[in-house]
Each structure stands twice: as C-alpha cells, then as structure tokens.
C-alpha cells in the first residue's frame, strides 16, 4: 500500500495511524463533533476509531427510507444496539451524547450530518433507491421539525462512493429518476441507448441544497469507491463478497 501518511483530497483527510487508516473531513472536525470514514486499510474496513466502538449503533439497511430516530435518555447502549440491528432502517438521527451512529457501505453513498448548535447529528445510506426515495432530504426535514434545526446550521460531510466516472445504469434506475426529478438529465452522463452513468453525489447534493443547507456546509471527499481499488471496497468492482467500509459520528459534549 502506497498511501502516504497523510495526503489531502477534495474535502477529505486521509490519516494512517499505527497501520489503521481513516478519512476525516477537516470541515466536520472543527465543529468538535467526531466522525470517521473507514478505509479498507482499517482492518478490514470494520474498525472503529475512538471509544465509540462500544457504544455504536447501526441498523439493518435495506435500501428504503426509514429513519431511526434517538431521542430519549438511553439506559441500556446495548439492548438498544440489539434492537436497532433488527431495524428495517436506512439513517439514523439522534441528540444524545457519546452514541455513535453508522452506516455500512461499499459504493452506495455514506453521508454524516450534524448541527453544532442544537448538537444534533445523523448517519444517512443512500445508493440509488434511497436516493430517488429522497431519504437525504426526508433525514435534514426531521432534523428541523423534530430537533429544530435551522438548514442553515447543518454540515454535511458526503463520504466515498462510486462516482460517475464508473456508475453505469439502465433503464431501471433512469426511469424511477425521470419521474421523481425534473432535472434528471444533470446527473446522467448518456452512454449508449437505455445506459448512463450516475451521479449519486451530486444528485444527493442538490437534494440538500433543495432543502435549505448552504453549498458552503456541504463536504464531498469527491474519491470514487471503484477507482479508487487501493483505499476502498467497491461492489460494482469486486462482487457481492467485498467487504464494507463504516461511516460514523458522534456528539462528545
Ligand atoms: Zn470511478
């Protein structure tokens, strides 16, 4: 592995301590709020960096847009992390202190949220159905509405995931997306008859922006989980039996 210690991409801080590498967002950091993006150089891709690993909580992703939302006092970190397990769930928001919330993905598209001032934060998976399902933006509405969040206080941090340089669709996906976004040619790059290549990024971004957070808040790490065959697991690229990188945050105040 040639990686070197530390480099800087788009908006992105790739770091390797100790053989166990992560990618950060310096514009998440600053906020004082922990995340992370594994690699696949952080043992396997499952190891998770600060004391959050005993007080994680992921779900069952099923490509849907269901939210889990923590918001009472938790007593019992473990039966909660048993129960949400089992959730049919594909974002997870929650203001309460030292929890860690995650999201496993190998090229569908990790984003972390968080709104420093009413110490929120959320772990959102969004491939293709979650995006036409608008799941990001459905995640920042209960943001504001349950939390009360202002959109203008929310950071988003989009982590790696397959860029359109190696996103080819059919008709299947083009489709649903025609029907749901009016300016879907914007995030298709046409290839032959019924193919394109997908931006989920972008198409992700704009469904933020369309929800009021600023440009200026919004991180994309711009690598493409494919291309990039030395830092991270791709599905499209090695098959159904590639491993996951973790995406996670946590408030420590
Ligand atoms: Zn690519």
Redesign the pocket.
């Known amino acids: 592995m040639n990686t070197p210690a530390c480099f800087d991409i788009s908006s992105g801080r790739i770091t390797t301590d100790n053989n166990v590498q992560y990618l950060f967002i310096p514009g998440l950091e600053q906020t004082g709020i922990r995340h992370f993006f594994t690699t696949k150089n952080s043992y396997g891709g499952s190891r998770i960096p600060f004391d959050m690993e005993k007080n994680f909580i992921t779900v069952k992703q099923v490509h849907g847009d269901n939210i889990l939302i923590i918001d009472s006092p938790v007593n019992d970190i473990n039966s909660l992390a048993a129960d949400a397990k089992q959730r049919q769930s594909d974002a997870i928001i929650t203001n309460r202190s030292h929890i860690g919330i995650g999201v496993y993905t190998a090229d569908c598209l990790p984003i972390l949220l968080c709104d420093p001032v009413r110490s929120v934060i959320a772990a959102v998976h969004a491939g293709w159905r979650g995006t036409i399902m608008g799941i990001l933006s459905k995640v920042v509405c209960q943001m504001v509405y349950i939390f009360k969040c202002q959109p203008d206080n929310i950071l988003a941090g989009m982590g790696p995931a397959?860029?359109s340089?190696?996103y080819a669709v059919g008709e299947t996906v083009i489709e649903p997306l025609k029907s749901v976004n009016p300016e879907w040619e914007r995030f298709l790059i046409p290839t032959e008859y019924g193919k394109a290549k997908l931006d989920l990024t972008s198409l992700n971004i704009m469904q933020i922006e369309d929800a009021g957070i600023l440009s200026k808040n919004i991180y994309s790490v711009g690598l493409?989980t494919?291309?990039s065959n030395e830092l991270f697991f791709s599905y499209r690229r090695d098959g159904i039996g590639t491993g996951r990188m973790v995406s996670g945050i946590m408030l420590v105040q």
């Open positions: 397959i860029g340089c190696c493409c494919s291309c």
